[in-house]
């Protein structure tokens, strides 16, 4: 982990979950000298004030970003380009300019015609997060041990490049540098999908005549559990994810569908070698996740259980 400041002066715009956590994991590092926090809500302004997360707290994007080294974008990405609109004009000379979605080629396109020429545009994208939202949500180990993916265009300031990844190292994060369509793809399988298969069995659940909610919720096994803990997860962040990575997501859909037909003949027809195959597969993927300190191999995920 990096020690000391990286950055003179840090805005961050958007106090959820990431945003009041990357706002911790700074103040943790001390790895600035100034924190400003932005956010369009008063509400969630005046609670981040009450818990202390940064130096100074604006209403105005443009009173947060001015004189600012680095302005991370903790929005929607739905919210890039309004935002980006906002504080183009007021970005001091050389600002960096990074983000947190997990959508990264559009973010791209919605900033880089706003932004000034002297601004460098890196998007990124710290792979963690819970389903919990708002200031209070947040905590600063929720980088630590975890990627953080940056997603630098062609071209790009290599001193302004080593200056964030420093940062995000400072914050506990493993730093990866990707192309951001590549990103988009790789993301589409290991959390975009997932999320979607998970809001939609819970959906199905609820949908369903036969079976009572009280029963859904009743007799929920672990599987079922936690998909409603994903499905619990931020509506406005995915559906911005979604509709800004659409390509890439139906891209990914439309060979699950395969795969799953492919399942459900096997399943008709008494196939289990090719069950049996399958199940094999995905197990080790599971055991090669704990290897890789992703997750760890304690019973039910690691819940609590009283004697």
């Known amino acids: 982990m990096t020690d000391g400041i990286v950055f003179d002066r840090i805005t961050i715009i958007g106090a959820g979950l990431i945003g009041s956590s990357v706002a911790r994991a700074i103040r943790r590092g001390k790895l600035t000298a100034h924190l400003a926090l932005a956010d369009a809500s008063a509400e969630v302004i005046a609670e981040a004030e009450s818990l202390k997360l940064a130096d100074s707290y604006h209403a105005s994007v443009a009173d947060a970003?001015?004189?600012s080294d680095l302005?991370?974008?903790?929005?929607p990405v739905g919210a890039m380009a309004s935002v980006g609109a906002a504080m183009a004009a007021h970005l001091k000379e050389g600002a960096i300019i990074s983000?947190?979605?997990?959508?990264?080629?559009s973010v791209f396109k919605a900033l880089e015609p706003l932004l000034p020429?002297?601004?460098?545009?890196?998007?990124?994208?710290?792979?963690a997060g819970t389903e919990q939202s708002g200031p209070a949500a947040?905590?600063?180990?929720?980088f630590d041990g975890r990627w953080c993916i940056l997603t630098p265009p062609e071209g790009v300031d290599e001193g302004a490049l080593e200056k964030l990844t420093a940062l995000w190292r400072g914050m506990g994060s493993t730093v990866e540098i990707?192309?951001?369509?590549?990103?988009?793809?790789?993301?589409?399988?290991?959390?975009?999908?997932?999320?979607?298969?998970?809001?939609?069995i819970v959906g199905t659940a609820s949908d369903l005549e036969e079976v009572t909610r009280s029963e859904v919720i009743k007799y929920s096994a672990g599987g079922f559990r936690d998909f409603t803990r994903i499905a619990a997860s931020d509506p406005t962040m995915w559906r911005d994810v979604f509709l800004n990575n659409k390509d890439a997501v139906l891209e990914m859909l439309g060979r699950f569908s395969e795969d799953l037909t492919a399942l459900q003949r096997a399943i008709r027809w008494g196939d289990?070698?090719?069950l049996f195959e399958l199940f094999s597969r995905t197990r080790e993927i599971r055991r090669r996740i704990i290897d890789a300190g992703q997750d760890d191999a304690k019973p039910d995920f690691g819940r609590p259980h009283e004697n």
């Open 71 to 75: 302005v991370i974008l903790a929005v």
């Open 117 to 127: 020429s002297h601004a460098h545009l890196i998007p990124g994208h710290p792979v």
């Open 99 to 105: 983000d947190v979605g997990s959508v990264k080629e």
């Open 272 to 274: 289990g070698d090719a």
């Open 178 to 200: 990707m192309d951001a369509r590549h990103h988009d793809l790789v993301l589409a399988i290991t959390s975009h999908v997932p999320h979607l298969i998970a809001y939609n």
């Open 65 to 67: 970003v001015a004189d």
């Open 138 to 142: 947040g905590f600063a180990t929720l």
